[in-house]
């Protein structure tokens, strides 16, 4: 068996980032390793697209897969390997195979297995049981990819990372990583440092393809990883992989294929939704790595695609150009007045939510309220659940001696709400809820957004209701709320949207704050007395014509323009 060789030169002996990874190693189920297995016709794709391919002098090259798992991409690369070295002058040996490939597997069980599995197919092309074991001893690394430090360069990196929360992966670990890669930013999943250390392993002009979520080319917590490619790598191909089979199973995520190489071109060919079919895949890898484009091709071409930490737009261009002069012309939401935030998580929802009438605390230690349910219909419904409110009007925790109905009922569920993460880390504030609540929130008008949804749905609340932490909510101190309403039920909100979120399986977006902050509106100030009238009234009306007309007044826009956000709207 291979030890971990990947931890040995930097932690010898005893050590708890060791012991965190051998816990991992031998103990982790598939949802800890993010294990998400790859179509045989994709991995092919994907080698196809780098070039990776048995007619090429593969002996020459030197291929590197950071997570193996269940073998998608490693059988078929030691297949095509094989076949090349068996065509070359040089033939089968193993001095010019062991530089040739690396790959990387974290779980020692599925290791194991596929070390033995390759060690077979070598032998069944004429090696020696010993010449077996030296090549996959070079091969095969069993540890952590993240962790371990390569002897050369790679001219390619393909395979789909694992795709971990934080939060799965143990404390000391996540800390070694972040001390690590510059790319661990925010929330960031763990196959954003996966990314970085394979960029920074290829050698100029190697490319790197992989399988995986597009949120980070978007996402909050993928602006420092845009920023390194942007600054020292080019995105050659991006193809749209939504609703398409790809994997051996359903993903909920927005999964994408890029090639990115180090170099420093500027150009990028994007496609979306292939058919998951060997032929049309081979057909369609020609069409993306052809010198230049047919004019026929199905295949469109774009510049600028990175540009810094902002965010990537890789489709929806005509639309992408009436944001960009949306956003030359007008400022953003909440530069104007307005304020976007997201609704309270307790952590323990049991403990902390109730039916309002019958939470047995002090009446100043609770809140009426607000959760997707209660607006379903697309008008405030509310269903009488309540919130406990531990923090006084400074945002302090309230002293429990203070309040005795309120100490009583949390003592009661003490077991529950002290285990949770955020309050082991601070044992003395064991009764805080997740995020901070802000009771002022609750007398104020707002529009409540619901995260994920195929449509913007953009309900009114008057005043009476704190938002539950799966809706996003918009306040203002200038503009009027009902006439806010009808700007973004109008698909504005949807066009900016749409740009810069992810996108869920069966083509829902996230409309999260970082995306409705980036929508532009003008100053209240600037708008007409008869118009802000309009405004308003139109707010409790479904007649989208009167509602488009409006908006189009509002901003300027031509009938082609509104053609482009009508367009984006779903019914």
């Known amino acids: 068996m291979n030890t971990p060789l990947s931890i040995q030169p930097r932690f010898e002996g005893f050590c708890p980032v060791t012991e965190a990874v051998e816990r991992l190693a031998n103990e982790s189920g598939l949802e800890e390793r993010g294990a998400i297995y790859t179509k045989r016709e994709v991995v092919d794709f994907i080698l196809d697209l780098v070039g990776y391919e048995a007619d090429k002098p593969l002996t020459g090259y030197r291929i590197l897969e950071p997570s ?126 996966f990314i970085e250390k394979s960029l920074n392993a290829l050698e100029q002009g190697g490319q790197l393809s992989f399988i995986c979520a597009d949120r980070w080319m978007k996402n909050r917590y993928g602006r420092k990883l845009r920023e390194m490619v942007s600054r020292d790598y080019s995105l ?101 007045g307005c304020k976007v935030g997201i609704g309270v998580a307790t952590g323990a929802d049991k403990a902390f939510i109730g039916d309002f009438d019958t939470l047995d605390v002090e009446p100043s230690r609770k809140l009426p309220l607000v959760t997707t349910k209660d607006i379903l219909t697309g008008e405030v ?10 923090f006084d009007e400074n945002g302090k925790l309230v002293a429990l001696e203070e309040y005795p109905r309120l100490a009583r009922y949390l003592e009661e569920r003490r077991e529950v709400i002290a285990g949770r993460h955020v309050a082991t880390k601070a044992p003395a504030n064991w009764y805080r809820t997740i995020d901070r609540i802000h009771p002022a929130i609750t007398g104020q008008e707002k529009l409540l957004i619901p995260d994920i949804k195929g449509d913007a749905a953009i309900v009114y609340e008057r005043g009476e209701l704190y938002p539950h932490h799966n809706l996003y909510f918009i306040t203002s101190s200038t503009w009027d709320v009902r006439a806010l309403q009808t700007v973004m039920k109008s698909g504005i909100a949807r066009l900016f949207v749409s740009l810069y979120s992810t996108k869920m399986r069966g083509g829902f977006l996230r409309f999260q704050a970082q995306y409705l902050r980036r929508i532009c509106l003008p100053s209240w100030d600037t708008v007409s007395e008869e118009l802000r009238a309009t405004l308003k009234a139109l707010s409790e009306t479904e007649n989208a014509a009167e509602r488009n007309s409006a908006v189009a007044e509002l901003y300027g826009l031509s009938a082609n323009d509104m053609k482009l956000i009508e367009g984006g709207i779903q019914a």
């Open 68 to 193: 193996f798992g269940d073998g998608d991409f490693i059988h078929p690369i030691v297949d095509r390997l094989l076949a090349a070295a068996q065509r070359e002058a040089g033939g089968l040996t193993v001095e010019r195979l062991k530089p040739t490939l690396r790959a990387v597997e974290l779980h020692r069980a599925t290791f194991d297995r596929h070390r033995t599995a390759i060690a077979s197919k070598l032998q069944s092309c004429g090696f020696s049981s010993a010449e077996a074991e030296e090549l996959v001893s070079a091969w095969l690394i069993q540890g952590d990819f993240l962790l371990h430090d390569f002897d050369h360069d790679f001219t390619h990196v393909v395979g789909n990372p694992p795709y971990i929360r934080q939060e799965v992966i143990p404390n000391i670990l996540m800390a070694e990583y972040r001390q690590r890669y510059e790319t661990i930013f925010d929330r960031a999943d763990i196959y954003i440092p």
């Open 236 to 336: 050659s191909i991006y193809v749209d992989m939504v609703d398409t089979p790809a994997f051996h199973s359903d993903v909920t995520a927005y999964p994408a294929i890029t090639v990115i190489e180090r170099t420093r071109e500027n150009r990028t060919r994007v496609f979306a939704r292939p058919d998951i079919n060997r032929d049309a895949l081979r057909t369609l890898s020609r069409d993306l790595t052809a010198p230049e484009l047919n004019k026929k091709s199905v295949v469109q071409e774009v510049k600028d695609v990175a540009a810094g930490a902002e965010p990537w737009v890789l489709s929806a261009f005509d639309e992408l150009a009436l944001v960009r002069r949306l956003e030359a012309n007008f400022p953003q939401l909440e530069a104007v």
């Open 381 to 390: 419904k509310w269903q009488g659940r309540g919130v406990i409110n531990p």
